[in-house]
T-cell receptor, first 112, second 112 residues
Framework: NAGVTQTPKFQVLKTGQSMTLQCAQD?????MYWYRQDPGMGLRLIYY???????DKGEVPNGYNVSRLNKREFSLRLESAAPSQTSVYFC???????????FGQGTRLTVV | GENVEQHPSTLSVQEGDSAVIKCTYS??????FPWYKQELGKRPQLIID?????GEKKDQRIAVTLNKTAKHFSLHITETQPEDSAVYFC???????????FGAGTRLTVKP
């Protein structure tokens, strides 16, 4: 099993460009999440999807949109990238809420 | 929403010593408290978790304690080894709430 797979691993964007981060899990999990990780600030929840067909805002949703394409896939879109969105992004999944979350390998995004 | 505070931000110990990391949370409805370990450049991985109906849980050299009245929980690592060096994150969430909040992290260094 691959677990949680994110693409790409690295990305450099210019301010104002758009891009989509892809995430897929093969564990038949119901819940999926997008976090960003910044130095000294831990992991902050951007959006989550409790189940296929539903999405909800987390702690820091501004500037992002998400799509739960099916049970396996959960994408994160930056419509107009800003330098403040420079971060490491992690996708995660869990069987249901309040159970172990499995993380992808992360995407290091730099916005110049 | 939930607010999780974690202390200390950095911790350095000698090999064989014990290490303790403490977290406090604000939402009395929280009932799931996982701890994640993140090695440099890697994804976070669950090392131990505890639910609110349990006061203490142990797994070999790692233990977690929970005080629901005081709203704090702690990670204890005994007989530390150099491979324990990593960043450790605590988190808290409530049943039926996917908004899992993480602490800012503790960088543990174990000196040989």
């Amino acid at each position: 099993n691959a677990g949680v797979t994110q693409t790409p691993k690295f990305q450099v964007l210019k301010t104002g460009q758009s891009m989509t981060l892809q995430c897929a899990q093969d564990m038949n999990h119901n819940s999926m999440y997008w976090y960003r990780q910044d130095p000294g600030m831990g992991l902050r929840l951007i959006y989550y999807s409790a189940s296929e067909g539903t999405t909800d805002k987390g702690e820091v949703p501004n500037g992002y949109n998400v799509s739960r394409l099916n049970k396996r896939e959960f994408s994160l879109r930056l419509e107009s990238a800003a330098p403040s969105q420079t971060s490491v992004y992690f996708c995660a999944s869990s069987e249901v809420q309040v159970t172990e979350a499995f993380f992808g390998q992360g995407t290091r995004l730099t916005v110049v | 929403g939930e607010n999780v505070e974690q202390h200390p931000s950095t911790l350095s110990v000698q090999e064989g010593d014990s290490a303790v990391i403490k977290c406090t949370y604000s939402d009395s409805a929280s009932n799931y408290f996982p701890w994640y370990k993140q090695e440099l450049g890697k994804r976070p991985q669950l090392i131990i978790d505890i639910r609110s109906n349990v006061g203490e849980k142990k797994d070999q050299r790692i233990a977690v304690t929970l005080n629901k009245t005081a709203k704090h929980f702690s990670l204890h690592i005994t007989e530390t080894q150099p491979e324990d060096s990593a960043v450790y994150f605590c988190a808290a969430s409530a049943y039926n709430n996917n908004d899992m909040r993480f602490g800012a992290g503790t960088r543990l260094t174990v000196k040989p």
